[in-house]
């Protein structure tokens, strides 16, 4: 608790904000893998080796764009520092030692950026209730030269922080808890329709499904992280030992769902939207 505390603090000095809470997470996800480590080896190891072998399969390599760096965990930035001229790592926040690397590599820049686009501009309940989607966001970020981008498992995580602002807000259960859940579905129909409208090859990695089970392993409990959007492409899926027990429950484990696609545009068809769309 107090190294997150002194890590929290240490971001707020170097002039990082909190807005949304993204800031407290990254602390949060750094604490948990620095007790789950091995048994999150597995997970990154796959993530990063898929990152990787998109990055090496472009042709011309001047800026590659990470979206959703957040601590690195899964972005092997070093390797994507040594192909392209130029790498950016886009989140709502860093951390002291993402900024330490960026510095060190000499060619990495850091862009604070709301990827939903939506964030400060959240529907009213007039608009949740007219089911008005997100809008989709431009993920290149207006940047030139731009010849690869990763979404580094932030698919599931965009409606999170929205959801949540919501809830804050008033809006939700139960007068309102389906209009949100759609809007939750838009947001992430529109990540996916905005990395098919990239003008270069995109990969993403993508947790898309948490199951809880008892030793024994039977089921207790299944979320869909996606909120009923289907993936409209393939990859290779695997599995995430998230919290193995202990870390959240005495007697119940949780994992989940990983699908990592080296280019999304050259595997599928342009998303339509959510389910609630
Ligand atoms: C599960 S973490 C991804 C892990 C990260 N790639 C890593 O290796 O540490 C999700 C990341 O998405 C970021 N994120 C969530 N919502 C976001 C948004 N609306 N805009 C930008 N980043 C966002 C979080 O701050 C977090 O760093």
């Not at 092997?76 to 993402?98: K, N």
Request: with cysteine; aromatic share 4%.
């Amino acid at each position: 608790m107090l190294a997150e505390a002194l890590l929290y603090a240490r971001a707020r000095l170097a002039g990082q904000h909190d807005h949304y809470g993204h800031l407290a997470e990254q602390v949060a996800i750094w604490a948990r893998h620095r007790r789950q480590r091995q048994a999150w080896a597995e997970h990154l190891t796959r993530a990063r080796a898929l990152c990787l072998m998109a990055a090496e399969a472009c042709t011309r390599r001047r800026t590659a764009l990470v979206l959703g760096a957040g601590v690195l965990l899964d972005v092997p930035l070093e390797r994507l520092s040594a192909l392209f001229t130029r790498v950016v790592l886009a989140d709502m926040a860093f951390l002291p030692g993402t900024m330490r690397l960026a510095k060190r590599l000499g060619n990495v820049e850091l862009v604070t950026a709301d990827l939903s686009g939506c964030l400060d501009t959240l529907p009213d309940a007039q608009a949740l209730a007219a089911r008005t989607p997100a809008p989709t966001p431009n993920l290149s970020l207006g940047l030139p030269g731009l010849d690869f981008v990763h979404s580094a498992n932030l698919l599931s995580q965009l409606p999170l922080h929205a959801v949540a602002a919501l809830h804050k807000q008033g809006l939700g259960p139960p007068a309102c808890e389906d209009d949100i859940e759609a809007f939750a579905a838009s947001l992430v129909a529109a990540h996916l329709s905005a990395l098919h409208a990239l003008p270069c090859p995109a990969s993403l990695v993508a947790d898309t499904c948490e199951r809880t089970l008892a030793d024994d392993e039977t089921l207790h409990s299944e979320i869909d992280l996606l909120y009923g959007v289907p993936l409209p492409f393939q990859g290779k899926t695997w599995t995430w030992r998230l919290a193995p027990r202990g870390e959240i429950s005495p007697s119940l484990h949780t994992q989940r769902l990983v699908l990592g696609a080296p280019n999304i545009r050259a595997a599928s068809t342009p998303p339509t939207g959510g389910p609630h769309a």
